[in-house]
């Protein structure tokens, strides 16, 4: 039973354009969220989360939205760089203090 | 550079066999974290320490076994090694009071042969 989901394995977009991804969760106990990057042949790279009590977080190009009521988390990154090219994974924080990952959501950024 | 390493990089290895798997945590932090990534499985928690004591248990196998040292240093012992074992093993470490926010090591790849 898959708690955190991305559903789209792969998306692309123009540089300079906007790139959401998206995520949904099952557990309402969840009470912290993020969202990882990671390139081929690296560990992941922290990129930026959210706490439950709050809707929005923004870091620079990075912003991330969560909608609770909709069990629902998304990653706008604006404007898209092709170094953004990567595999993105939502996570969530479970009651022990481990993560809970999404199974990743491939980015291509072309130039 | 997250300040995580983990020896060896890559591991091949035949059936049956026994290896272990090294982390270092980033200086100061006092949990680590395995981690597993199978090709379809994503990444999967195994298991957690802070400062030297086992903190949560997820999905590990009872032919899986982990310590962290007083160094801090962790290590990840698995045993009876079976094809499916192939995977991505990743460590993470965070601070105390941030448990969330883990920083990643960048891997051991462990082929099963």
């Known amino acids: 039973d898959q708690q955190v989901k991305q559903n789209s394995p792969s998306l692309s977009v123009q540089e300079g354009r906007i790139s959401i991804l998206n995520c949904d969760y099952t557990?309402?106990?969840?009470?912290?969220f993020l969202w990882y990057k990671k390139y081929p042949a690296e560990g992941p790279t922290f990129l930026i989360s959210i706490s439950s009590i709050k809707d929005k977080n923004e870091d620079g190009r990075f912003t991330v939205f969560l909608n609770k009521s909709a069990k629902h988390l998304s990653l706008h990154i604006v404007p898209s760089q092709p170094g953004d090219s990567a595999v993105y994974f939502c996570?969530?924080?479970?009651?022990?203090?481990?993560?809970?990952f999404g199974k990743g959501t491939k980015l291509s950024v072309k130039p | 550079d997250s300040g995580v390493t983990q020896t060896p990089k890559h591991l091949i290895t035949a059936t049956g066999q026994r290896v272990t798997l090294r982390c270092s945590p980033r200086s100061g932090d006092l949990s680590v974290y395995w981690y597993q990534q199978s090709l379809d499985q994503g990444l999967q928690f195994l298991i957690q320490?802070?400062?030297?004591?086992?903190?949560a248990k997820g999905n590990i196998l009872e032919r899986f076994s982990a310590q962290q040292f007083p160094d801090l240093h962790s290590e990840l012992n698995l045993s009876s090694l079976e094809l499916g074992d192939s995977a991505l093993y990743f460590c993470a470490s965070s601070e105390a009071g941030v448990p969330y926010e883990q920083y990643f090591g960048p891997g051991t790849r462990l082929t099963v042969t």
């Open positions: 320490y802070y400062n030297g004591e086992e903190r």
């Open positions: 996570a969530a924080g479970g009651s022990q203090g481990n993560l809970i």
């Open positions: 557990n309402s106990m969840f009470d912290y």
